[in-house]
Structure formats: structure tokens, C-alpha cells
């Protein structure tokens, strides 16, 4: 991913985000502003993925943690090719759409589990950690790796105040879960004003007392993001936190930088400036960059060139998938390990 097409996917995330919650006149739009390149660069160089295949057992989890940050979620999953449409996005925050407030599992493809309560999605984060390890101790033999997918999560300042992050944590450390990577979004901001009013700890010190390996970087810098991510991958015996401070609500002209942005639509007016800062016409709503497409098209092209309709060997096997698995169904008896079989 170059730079180029991180800032093309930046800007297409703000957009939608803004307009989005604009016209259903609620939301949360401070972290999806902030993380909106983060989020790209996961989704489109770190994540081994294929939105036309959105149940392939082998691929990256991504958790929201910060479930109220959700149109990030759903930009990033339009963007990137998942069967959830512009009108999807128009419609969010309504009633039995794809777009509820907060990510809903099943609503939509792409979706890994429901995150509301703060705290929740870092938790089952672990537990879908812990399933892969339990299906590569399954499935995985010495001549090949059936199963190696990473689980991948945004967690916010919420998130850290919760007594269940600290909880499934240490589980998580105590287990020694490397495949497991959480991004933390340090904005220093809540709903009501500067986290240091309520939370004053010193996250870092806390995950690596839960043998956790720690790194700190800002949200936009992509090259340091990359080699962290490379770090975290080196270390399989530890589950990693990526510290990264990012601005709530960049690129809002007024309310950037502050608690006002975090949640709420930001206004008519104030969309209308942000939109003439950025260069696209005020007019103009659910803008998504050309050059983010284009980013994407390729991609797909990419994942699809290696990855079957089924369990991807990420060696270059190919492996199938049972039909029950594939229609949410499974056996009471649990699974032989004879229903996964090379194709």
C-alpha cells in the first residue's frame, strides 16, 4: 500500500462516515475520523482476507472492540469489496438495516462478532484467538498448516476501563496467543471530555505485566505501523499491543482534537467546511476516492489468485469446506477432524 492510496482510503472513510451519520442524524463519528487510515491499512496490506468469500475459515479476524465507532466497520467493509452497498450506508442506524448503531454479527458479511458494551469484542477477540489455536493443535500437521489466520482488533480508552480487558488479557498473555494483535487508539478523548478525568494507568505497564509484547506509534505513520506489525508477527509466543495516537475526528475544521466530535452528526455547516478542506465539492455526499477503488479492485484480484472457495492452505494447498459449516450448521457431535479434507 502506498501512500497514495492510504490517503485516498483516509479521506473516502471520512466522508461516508460524516454523511452517513449526518443523515441519520446520530452516530459516533470521533474514532472513525481518527482511525480512518489505521483502518485502511489493516484492512487493505495487513488483513489476509477475500470480501467475496467473507466465511473462508482461514482468513484474519477483525474485531471492533469499540463497537460505537461502527462506520469505520462498514466503510472499510465497502471499500474493500463485502456485500454491503452504498444504499447500506444510507441506511444506517435504521431499523432492520445492515448498518445498525452498533456492529450486529449476521447483519452483515464481514461482521465477526456483535461489539456494544465497551470491553466485550476485546473479549471475544481472545476467545476466536483461542479457537485458532485450538484448531491448528486440531487440523495442522507437521508437513502442512491447515489453519493460521490472525485476529486482529481496534480497542479505544473505553475499552481499557473495563474490567473484562484486563481479565481476558491476562488469559491471553498467560496462553502465549501470537497470533492475536490489538490496536490501541490512544486519542486521549471520551464523551465528556479528557480521559485523564477518570483514567489515569499506565495501559503499556499493565499488557506487559500480562506478557504481552507493547510498541506505541502515531495512527498516520504508515512505514512505523508496518514494521510493528512485522515485530508483533515475529514474537509467536506472545499476543501483542500496538499502542498508535491518532486525532479524534481529524479532519473536522471545528470540532477536531476535542470531545465534541465524539459522538453526535456534526452539522450541515460543519460538513460543508470539511468538505471544501478536503477538496470535494460540499454538494457531494457518500464520496468515496477513485483511486480507493481502484486500491481495492486490485486487492480482490490479489486474494482471489490465493484463495479457494474454502479453507486456504497459506502455503498453497487448497483444502474444502463442509457444506454444514458453510450454512451455519454444525453436527451436535462436535467435529471429525476427517470433515476438513484436501480438495
Known sequence: MNVSAFDAIGLSVRLLTVDAIEKANSGHPGL???????????????????????????????????????????????????????????????????????????????????TGPLGQGFGNAVGIAIAERMLA??????????????????????DMMEGVVYETASLAGHLGLGKLIVFYDD??????????????????????????????CSAYDIEELRRLVRKAKNDSTRPTL??????????????????????????????????????????REFYVAEEAVEFF????????????????NSRGGRWRIPTAWRSGRRSSGGTDRRTISRA
Open 32 to 114: 472513525p475520523l481518527g482511525c480512518a487510515e489505521l483502518g485502511g491499512f489493516i484492512f487493505g496490506e495487513v488483513m489476509s482476507h477475500y470480501p467475496q468469500d467473507p466465511i473462508w475459515v482461514n482468513r484474519d479476524r477483525f474485531i471492533l472492540s469499540a463497537g460505537h465507532g461502527s462506520m469505520l466497520l462498514y466503510a472499510l467493509l465497502h471499500l474493500s469489496g463485502y456485500d454491503l452497498g452504498l444504499e447500506d450506508l444510507k441506511r444506517f442506524r435504521t431499523l432492520h438495516s445492515k448498518t445498525p448503531g452498533h456492529p450486529e454479527y449476521g447483519a452483515a458479511p464481514g461482521i465477526e462478532t456483535t
Open 137 to 158: 493443535a486440531q487440523f495442522n500437521t507437521t508437513a502442512r498448516s491447515v489453519i493460521d489466520h490472525y485476529t486482529y482488533v481496534l480497542a479505544g480508552d473505553g
Open 187 to 216: 486519542n486521549q478523548l471520551s464523551i465528556d471530555g479528557a480521559t485523564s478525568l477518570t483514567f489515569s494507568e499506565d495501559v503499556m505497564a499493565r499488557f506487559a505485566a500480562c506478557n504481552w509484547q507493547t510498541f506505541a
Open 242 to 283: 500496538i499502542k498508535v495516537r491518532s486525532v479524534m475526528g481529524k479532519g473536522s475544521p471545528s470540532f477536531a482534537g476535542t470531545h465534541r466530535v465524539h459522538s453526535g452528526a456534526l452539522g450541515a455547516d460543519e460538513l460543508r467546511k470539511m468538505k471544501q478542506a478536503m477538496g470535494v465539492s460540499p454538494d
Open 297 to 312: 479492485r486490485t486487492r480482490n484480484r490479489e486474494w482471489k489468485a490465493h484463495t479457494t472457495r474454502g479453507v486456504r
